[in-house]
C-alpha cells in the first residue's frame, strides 16, 4: 500500500470518509492526476506539477491549492487563506460540508494553471 493510501485509511471516522470521498473526486476530475506522499501528506499531482494536497487537522480537513493566487475570485467565498501567502484551502468538517460541484470547478480551474508560477506575477 502507498504510503499516501495508507495516511488515508489510518485517519478516523468522519475524516477517513471526507478524505476518501476527495480522493476519489480529484482522480474522476483530473484521470492524470498521480497521489504522491510528500511532507508526511497526500499530494496529488499533474506530471512534476503539485494540483493539490490533503491535509487532516484536529478538526477538519484541508484541501490545500498552491496555485489559489490564479483562482476565479468567484472561489473567494470557499477559500480559506489564514495567515498563508501562497496556499488557500477548501476546509470541511464534515462528509455532507463537500460540495462536489465547488471542489471540481476550483481542480479544472487549477488545471488550467499548473504550468504558472504559486505567484500571481
Known amino acids: 500500500m502507498k ?9 478516523v471516522e468522519p475524516f477517513r470518509s471526507i478524505l476518501m ?4 473526486v480529484i482522480e474522476r476530475t483530473l484521470p492524470q492526476v498521480e497521489l504522491k506522499y510528500k511532507w508526511r501528506l497526500p499530494c496529488f499531482y499533474i506530471g512534476k506539477r503539485p494540483i493539490c494536497y ?12 498552491w496555485h489559489s493566487a490564479h483562482l476565479s ?16 484551502s477548501l476546509r470541511y468538517k464534515t462528509l455532507e ?10 481542480l479544472k480551474e487549477v488545471e488550467l494553471h499548473k504550468d504558472k508560477s504559486f505567484w500571481n506575477k
Open 73 to 88: 475570485k468567484k472561489f473567494d467565498a470557499h477559500l480559506v487563506g489564514e495567515s498563508r501567502k501562497i496556499v488557500k
Open 54 to 65: 490533503l491535509n487532516k487537522s484536529k478538526d477538519y480537513v484541508d484541501v490545500g491549492f
Open 97 to 106: 460540508d463537500i460540495k462536489d460541484d465547488i471542489l471540481v470547478s476550483i
Open 21 to 24: 470521498h476527495l480522493q476519489v
Open 3 to 11: 504510503p499516501a493510501e495508507e495516511y488515508i485509511l489510518k485517519q
